[in-house]
């Protein structure tokens, strides 16, 4: 077997991964990654890029679908469009194929040496690879485990033919008639509603009384709204079962207690991701956990000297942003510098119809953490460029301490949004009170005006409410 020496090893080519890599590389770590499948891991194979590629297609087609019958508001109308899902799909696979070359370049530009092969611990220091020409043996000064997260299947409903995770359901060939999504987080719903707008008949069976329990009511609501109008069936507190005895049905039992069952050509199922902790030896470090989740401090470090985690396998927010941002702060404490995890906040967003976009304390969080708040929201249809994009359902709610009114989270749901995030995060970041926020001139006509307002709807004298 061949031996080959580095200061830095990372394991997983994702996010968090590669970010962590290329930092490494920028100063001058001599430093190895190694990825069983595609760089650029689960957000840019099968998760984030892909899913919003099929979002952003399903969302044209509606468009155009809806113009069709008569059901424009703007009075345009056209002959029934077609969809050739094949090409749609050899598109998306396109982008992923463009980054995935993206993020190898980014590698070797940075200097860092990409190995093709599934990694395996020999021990804390020594990784063995299976790589195409046979096993190699890496050993390092400090490993780095970014091997990132995998769909959490049901028992009684394992994936196979016609249940699917996530990644399944972005590489399908054809539109299925009837869909069911187990799971109204915001994976099942932003697939789902691609779906939708793409033909197929969707219904989503969630567990919990309603869908997007991770947000608030108050979010979640035009999101529930936007689903109805659709057409989409959503069945809260619904139980998943099993496949019905011919394989071609879900059976569910609904809140009543009910029991039914859901033909279906496909069943997806979203009900969580898991960390990616088995099959390359890590049981032979026995690091310290949390739950399933490895356990780290505030620099990634592990319970063993020399060994860090980054990303989805260090648990929640399992975002791809939060695992290249602890990738970065990992590659720079290796270079010897001072550095900790002293984020104020980590944006989410759902990217359904509407967006839902989160940054910091939502007011039941502040609450509970013993601040008084001042909270207030603006809506968007009062706002004219959300009238002009046809983008009313929907707000900008700002959560600030009533004493000093120091800005402790901004939460938005609206078509669009997302880009919004930056805003938000970054008055978090920078300690911006809601005064900090009213005194900034806020460009007009855009959604970003929301903001501004919310804060001086906050502040007492919104103008435009
Ligand atoms: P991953 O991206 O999972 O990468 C881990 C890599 O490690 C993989 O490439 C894997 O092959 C490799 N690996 C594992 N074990 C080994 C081994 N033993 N040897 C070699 N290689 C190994 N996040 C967002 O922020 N925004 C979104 O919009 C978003 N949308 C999503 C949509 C979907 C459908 C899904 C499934 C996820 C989405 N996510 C989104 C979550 C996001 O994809 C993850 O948070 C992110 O990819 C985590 O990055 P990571 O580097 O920790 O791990």
Request: charged share 20%; hydrophobic share 45%.
């Amino acid at each position: 077997m061949t031996e080959i020496t580095c200061k830095l090893l990372v394991i997983g080519a994702g996010p968090g991964g590669y970010t962590c890599a290329i930092r490494a590389g920028q100063l001058g770590i001599n430093t190895i990654i190694v990825e069983a499948e595609k760089p650029g891991g689960t957000c840019l194979n099968v998760g984030c890029i892909p899913s919003k590629a099929l979002i952003h297609a399903a969302g044209e087609y509606e468009t155009i679908t809806g113009a069709t019958e008569g059901k424009s508001a703007l009075g345009i109308s056209c002959a029934k469009p077609s969809l050739d899902f094949a090409r749609t799909i050899a598109w998306k696979d396109g982008i992923v194929r463009r980054l995935n070359g993206g993020v190898a370049g980014l590698l070797k530009k940075a200097g860092v040496r990409l190995i093709a092969g599934h990694a395996r611990f020999v021990d804390g220091k020594s990784i063995e690879v299976e790589t195409r020409s046979g096993p190699q043996m890496i050993r390092a000064e400090t490993v780095v485990i970014a091997t990132g997260s995998e769909p959490i299947p049901i028992p009684s409903l394992p994936f196979g033919d016609r249940v699917i995770s996530s990644t399944e359901a972005l590489a399908l060939t054809e539109i299925p008639n009837r869909l069911v999504v187990v799971g109204g987080g915001y994976i099942g719903l932003e697939l789902g509603t691609a779906f939708k707008k793409l033909g197929a008949a969707v219904t989503v069976v969630e567990a919990a009384p309603r869908i997007l329990p991770q947000y608030d009511g108050e979010l979640s609501a035009p999101v529930g709204r936007s689903l109805s109008a659709l057409g989409v069936t959503v069945l809260t507190g619904a139980k998943a079962k099993a496949l019905a005895a011919d394989g071609k049905a879900l059976a569910v039992e609904t809140a009543s207690g009910e029991q039914t069952s859901l033909e279906a050509d496909k069943i997806l199922v979203t009900v969580g991701r898991r960390p990616a902790t088995s099959g390359f030896g890590l049981e032979t470090l026995d690091l310290d956990t949390i739950g399933p989740f490895l356990r780290i401090d505030d620099r990634c470090r592990t319970s063993m000297r020399g060994v860090f985690a980054i990303g989805d396998v260090t648990g929640e927010p399992m975002l791809a942003h939060r695992a290249m941002a602890q990738g970065e702060m990992v590659a720079e404490i290796v270079a010897g510098r001072r550095r900790a995890w002293d984020r104020v906040s980590i944006p989410a967003i759902c990217f359904t119809d509407p967006e839902i976009v989160t940054v910091g304390l939502a007011p039941s969080e502040a609450s509970g953490r013993g601040f008084e708040i001042k909270t207030d929201h603006f809506p968007f249809r009062a706002n004219g460029r959300a009238l002009t994009l046809e983008h009313e359902d929907g707000f900008i709610r700002t959560v600030a301490r009533a004493d000093n009114h120091l800005l402790l989270g901004i939460q938005g749901v609206g078509a669009g949004i997302a880009e919004l995030s930056a805003a938000f995060s970054l008055a978090l970041e920078m300690g911006a009170r809601l005064d900090d926020v009213a005194m900034t001139i806020h460009a007009h006509p855009t959604q970003s005006e929301g903001f501004h307002e919310a804060a001086l709807k906050s502040l007492g004298h919104a103008i435009h409410i």
